[in-house]
């Protein structure tokens, strides 16, 4: 049943990278409980704007939970309180009346604050461009059926290649470690056939690449796999660094 | 102006083959003294991108979003269709083609359809190279499903995901050539003009999103990958940042815009439900491969679904078209849920709703069958409404799902500004006046992967290299041109907010110019757009300023352009006087209430012309032949 609610939220507010910022306060009214969480940062924006202030700066944009666009730190927790749910994807039913809502940004060193809610996350698409691929051009492929793949193999290259780079495991993890990203996709690549001959290469430029980024290590906290939106398992990380060692020890990869 | 498309002579099946072959090549060596530059990096845009780096080309790649992984290609759901014959179940080229020129109500042209069905198999060799990790049988070899309009199953998949792992693996490639150099990747940035100059595509004009600054970038040739116009109608299930302003002010430039009145309402979305609603979402056509889609005979039945016995309930897709059941093309779809709640059959509080059930799916399979099948969307659907579709049928409604028409092109992709290629949703080419299913994917790889590398050589070759450098004359025009538009924008300190003007141009759209369109209501709504379009300029609010990342300023530039559209939008529905797919005129109806085609007086391309600001666009024709198929009322009884 359709409900209405009525909330403080408590909202960073920073005009750009080198300022200082401040959370605000925000009276949220009559807010429909079958609204998504962003939707009901429209209905503030539209009255702040209204009111001659500048509206929040906040990134989104598929609104339904697969272009990894959007997120916030929802009283503490990246993309809010429902598992397995990015922020577009979050209801206000799971809220009640009352409620103080206090919304931040993805925090991390490599992740600057380019305005409130919104976030430089660049740095993944470094660690993707350090190997993230399989070096094949366009043309000349062979037959799609000519390499068979276990349906089995193909479900957990499935399962890892579901990451929508948000960044969540990266807000979640108390380190700012990428290693949860970064795993799923050596994972994925390391799993199937046509990623193999490159996989010493790719481990070791993915996770040096992460490194120098300014990314936090592991140290099995797994607050990643607890929030991000996909449930990306941290099996991947345990491959990745298989994979890592495999590398170091018995490749030629410098 | 005669349009002339290019179509190369010979057989159809021999056409693509024979125009590659006299195409002119540029050398190896010499590849690396051309600058081109792509706009947008969905499935076109990024295997473009890709592609050309990898022949050696310099390209400058731009998107709107903060990374090229984040473009709407992301999130196709279904699949993707091949002319593979895997299933050994009768497909070919040829009927891949004849499918897809018949679900376009015979509006697209043969040999770009044609080319599509040739190049459908590549696509999915280059995906699975590249570690797409689609769905497999149990002996590893790859599955396939069925999608609407067509009798073979012939679409792959990965899970309900598929777009996103088909624009991973492009972006994947992308990646490779930013890392090697050849893709200079620009990221938040807008496109906000073409620079032509001597008749020529020479470069683009952007905001940089995060400082406001205006930058300018010239090159060789521009290839403009910026999807479809849907969100004009305000509420559809694109990406909040989709938009028509590229392609619109390309067309203020000169490219003529073809058949902007073909949009695709697509049958199974979840039904709107408040007013404050930002987007709808889609629930995938594969649903239509499990699910069977009813109403209550009893027109204002307000029972539970599971109190209304079988024999209480119309199955009226698989009453009404036997040979294709709940697998119709999409406008049929569409047109037929408006149909039952029209006449007061529709369920849910707003009577603006069908089911779509499981039931006999999950009975018959088993739950985990059907949850391996499609649990991403299940679970979808259960996160924004709350119920669970195990359980009980879910409610589904047409929206504005994607754009037929777009910049037109000829058979090389170029549009009618020389140098200027257009590719994926952004053009018109191959979907005619309704889209199948699963047939976007493959539109968008096979331009950005397997015709533009091509038919882009081809054009360099001849067009007539001068060293253009961002301080000409018409860069500078173009940057005061944009300045002046954003400095009027924020000038005006109106009352009411871009989105708010958006909504309402969306309401006059999607009352007037959706699934239904007539005459009168198309005229009423050209008055109204008017109207809307005269108050926006007086009374727009725009915070901020110019010199920040201010997305108050991006959308209401974007809805500036919108307002503009929408009347062209429905100029060319009013002068369209027949139905064809997505075009329901309804004056033009069979006495079954389909689409009547009028294949003597509208078998056209109709092409618009800008002519400025205040005088009325030129419609140019480009006659549609058809020396393959032969032109029929279509039919899936």
């Known amino acids: ?254 | 102006m005669q349009l002339d498309a290019k179509i190369p002579g010979g057989p159809l099946a021999e056409k693509w083959d024979r125009h590659r072959f006299e195409l002119k090549l540029v050398n190896p060596a010499n590849k690396r003294k051309y600058d081109i530059i792509v706009v947008g990096t969905g499935l076109a845009g990024g295997a473009a991108s890709a592609s050309l780096a990898e022949l050696g080309y310099n390209v400058k790649t731009f998107c709107i979003q903060d990374s090229p992984r984040r473009a709407h290609s992301i999130a196709a759901q279904g699949g993707i269709n091949a002319s593979k014959n895997y299933q050994n179940d009768g497909d070919s080229d040829r009927r891949l083609f004849y499918d897809t020129i018949k679900g376009g109500d015979f509006r697209a042209r043969e040999a770009n359809v044609y080319r599509l069905a040739q190049l459908s198999g590549n696509i999915i060799d280059q995906c699975v190279a590249q570690g797409v990790p689609f769905a497999r049988e149990y002996g590893g070899q790859l599955a396939n499903r069925s999608f609407g309009g067509a009798q073979v199953s012939r679409t792959f998949y990965a899970r309900g995901q598929t777009g996103q792992q088909l624009l991973l693996g492009a972006y994947s490639a992308l990646s490779r050539q930013i890392a090697a150099k050849k893709v200079e990747m620009y990221t938040r940035r807008e496109m906000l003009d073409v620079v032509v100059i001597d008749g020529q595509a020479r470069g683009i004009v952007v905001r940089n999103l995060v400082s406001g600054e205006i930058e300018k970038y010239a090159a060789d040739a521009v290839v403009l990958a910026t999807g479809g116009y849907g969100n004009v109608f305000y509420l559809s299930t694109n990406a909040m940042g989709a938009n028509v302003s590229a392609t619109y002010r390309a067309y203020k430039k000169g490219a003529f815009f073809a058949n902007p009145c073909f949009t695709q309402i697509h049958p199974t979305c979840i039904p709107v439900h408040g007013t404050y609603q930002s987007k709808l979402t889609l629930m995938s056509e594969s649903l239509r491969n499990d699910g069977r889609v009813w109403v209550p005979k009893k027109p204002g039945d307000k029972r539970k679904p599971s109190e209304i016995p079988e024999a209480e309930r119309d199955y009226y897709l698989e009453n009404k078209y036997p040979s294709f059941g709940n697998l119709v093309p999409r406008d049929v779809a569409s047109r037929n849920a408006k149909e039952q709640c029209d006449k007061g059959k529709g369920v849910g509080e707003t009577g603006l709703a069908v089911y779509l059930d499981f039931a006999d799916a999950i009975k018959r399979d088993g739950k985990d069958t059907i949850e391996k099948k499609y649990a991403n969307l299940f679970q979808m659907y259960e996160k924004i409404t709350a119920d669970n579709p195990y359980e009980t049928p879910m409610m589904i409604y047409p929206a504005v799902h994607y754009a037929m028409g777009g910049l037109w092109v000829d058979y090389n992709l170029m549009s009618t500004i020389d140098g200027l290629f257009v590719l994926g949703e952004a053009n018109f080419s191959d979907h005619g006046a309704n889209r199948l299913g699963a047939s976007a994917l493959m539109q968008g790889l096979a331009d950005g992967y397997f015709i533009i590398p091509y038919t882009i050589g081809g054009y360099l070759t001849t067009a007539a290299k001068k060293q253009i450098k961002t301080d000409h004359p018409a860069f500078r025009e173009s940057e005061k041109q944009i300045n002046d538009f954003t400095n009027k924008l924020l000038s005006i300190k109106g009352k009411r907010t871009a989105d708010d003007f958006h909504r309402q141009l969306g309401n006059i759209l999607w009352e007037y110019c959706g699934m239904s369109r007539n005459d009168a209501g198309l005229e009423k709504a050209r008055k109204l757009i008017q109207e809307l379009r005269g108050e926006f300029w007086k009374n727009v609010l725009v915070p901020g300023s110019d010199k920040d990342f201010n997305q108050s300023l991006e959308k209401a530039g974007r809805v500036a352009d919108y307002l503009e559209f929408g009347e062209l939008l429905v100029i060319d529905a009013l002068s369209r006087k027949e139905s064809c797919g997505g075009h329901f005129n309804e004056a033009h109806q069979t006495e079954e209430n389909e689409a009547m085609r009028d294949d003597e007086n509208f078998c056209h391309v109709s092409a618009w012309e800008y002519k400025g600001e205040g005088n009325d666009p030129v419609l140019n024709k480009e006659p549609l032949t058809f020396e393959n198929v032969k032109l029929t009322q279509r039919s899936y009884k």
Request: charge should be negative; glycine fraction near 8%; include cysteine.
């Open chain 1, 1 to 254: 049943m359709t409900k209405t609610l009525n909330l403080t939220l408590r909202v960073w507010r920073q005009k750009g990278p080198d300022s200082a910022g401040k959370l605000e306060t925000y009276n949220a009214k009559n807010i429909s409980t079958d609204m998504s969480f962003l939707e009901m940062i429209d209905v503030i924006n539209e009255q702040l704007t209204l009111e001659g202030k500048e509206p929040i700066a906040f990134d989104h944009d598929c609104r339904e939970g697969i272009c990894g666009m959007c997120g916030t730190v929802v009283n503490g927790r990246p993309h809010g309180p429902e598992k397995g749910t990015t922020l577009c994807q979050l209801h206000m039913r799971h809220f009640s009346d009352g409620d103080t809502i206090v919304i931040e940004p993805w925090r991390s060193r490599a992740f600057k604050i380019i305005k409130d809610l919104v976030v430089d996350r660049s740095a993944l698409d470094k660690i993707i461009q350090a190997g993230g691929y399989v070096s094949v051009n366009t043309g000349g492929a062979p037959d799609a059926n000519a390499i068979p793949i276990s349906q089995e193999i193909a479900e957990k290259a499935m399962d890892a290649a579901a990451c929508i780079g948000c960044g969540a495991c990266v807000a979640a993890c108390p380190n700012a470690s990428a290693m949860l990203f970064a795993s799923a996709k050596i994972s994925q690549l390391a799993l199937l056939p046509q990623g193999k001959p490159e996989a010493a290469k790719r481990a070791i430029e993915m996770v040096r690449t992460m490194d120098n980024l300014g990314f936090g290590n592991c140290t099995n906290e797994r607050e990643c796999e607890a929030e991000c939106p996909k449930e990306i398992s941290i099996v991947n990380i345990a491959r990745m660094n298989r994979e890592f060692f495999k590398a170091s020890f018995f490749s030629d990869v410098k």
